[in-house]
């Protein structure tokens, strides 16, 4: 894949606890320059990213729920709320793991239908945090995002036990099928990663190596 592709459909990605003012600004400036798709980042960075990246092609994803997913609904649809009003263009959020693995699917279904009304007009992803599912949860989560109108479902948040896998977006595109879109994200260092996963069924790439990646591509 040609390098200029590759690069919009990257989410160049700084979720770390520790990241400043100045490592958010230089991640909206890279992102503008290699015209990545968008940036995605914690909350509290929302408005500033974009007010930076204003007029421009680079969309903000915010990440709700984050990492864990064990906050309340309540409170998850108040973070989505709260950033759509500061700009947000994406919204990624983390399901409630524990309640899934703990047998209330119902409440899990509810919790993404909730989110995804909230956001209304919002592109809503699904983090399924795969390395905690088995094969059947993953696909149950995938149908019910799939029937609650979210736009995707994403493999990991890049804090949990492992990264993206070939065989997890294999699993999500075959479940989903053409009607969603599957981001793969968590441990995507190389252009050979990237390539493999999107070869698996991925049509959207959440990393923090994105210029090594695209450099590493052809032009």
Known sequence: MRRKDLARIIDLTLVRPNATETEIRKLCAEAVEHQFYAV????????????????TLVKVDVCVG??????????????????????????DFVINIGALKSGYTAFVERE????????????VKVILETSYLTDEEKILVCKMALNSGA??????????????????????????????????????RTYADAITLIQAGANRIGTSAGVKIIQEAPE
């Open 40 to 55: 995605a980042v914690n909350p509290t960075w929302t408005k500033l990213c974009s007010q930076l990246l204003k007029n």
């Open 151 to 188: 736009s995707f479902v994403k493999t990991c948040t890049g804090f949990g036990l492992n990264g993206a896998t070939v065989e997890d977006v294999r699993l999500m595109r075959l479940t989903v099928g053409n009607a969603i879109g599957v981001k793969a994200a968590g441990g995507i």
């Open 66 to 91: 984050f990492p864990l997913g064990a906050t309340t609904p309540k409170t998850k649809i108040s973070e989505t709320e709260e950033a759509i009003s500061n700009g947000a263009s994406e919204i």
């Open 112 to 123: 993404i239908i909730a989110i995804v009304k909230c956001a209304v007009n919002t592109p």
